[in-house]
Nanobody, 129 residues
Framework: QAQLVESGGGLVQAGGSLRLSCAASGLTFSSYHMGWFRQAPGKEREFVAG????????YYADSVKGRFTISRDNAKNTVYLQINNLKPEDTAVYYC??????????????????????WGQGTQVTVST
């Protein structure tokens, strides 16, 4: 059974850092583009970062460029999100997701929630002032 499990969230002070992990099992992880999304209370889920299946190209939302870094280790079936200089507005549940349609393609990472087929359960990030 395919599964994505996020970890690494927590309570951190503004200006701090976190590294989120998303471990995949039951799927050919190295074949899929992966995305990180977040959902703050009362807001829609939004794209923050994505990475191609090969790990060669990363994409970021404008709001997080320069602070967030996505990476992946296909040997460990894991995708990471390094978050630096955390801000209170980064408070949200962070989700990783796989784009099934990216398998065997060389296209860019997609950014719409509806374009991702498989999701983890999320990990909470709370940033205090």
């Amino acid at each position: 059974q395919a599964q994505l499990v996020e970890s690494g969230g927590g309570l951190v002070q503004a200006g701090g850092s976190l590294r989120l992990s998303c471990a995949a099992s039951g799927l050919t992880f190295s074949s899929y583009h992966m995305g990180w999304f977040r959902q703050a209370p009362g807001k829609e889920r939004e794209f923050v970062a994505g990475i191609t299946w090969s790990g060669t190209t990363a994409y970021y939302a404008d709001s997080v460029k320069g602070r967030f870094t996505i990476s992946r280790d296909n040997a460990k079936n894991t995708v990471y999100l390094q978050i630096n200089n955390l801000k209170p507005e980064d408070t949200a549940v962070y989700y990783c997701a796989a784009d099934w349609s990216s398998r065997g393609t060389y296209g860019p990472v997609r950014r719409l929630v509806s374009e991702y087929n498989f999701w983890g359960q999320g990990t909470q990030v709370t940033v205090s002032t």
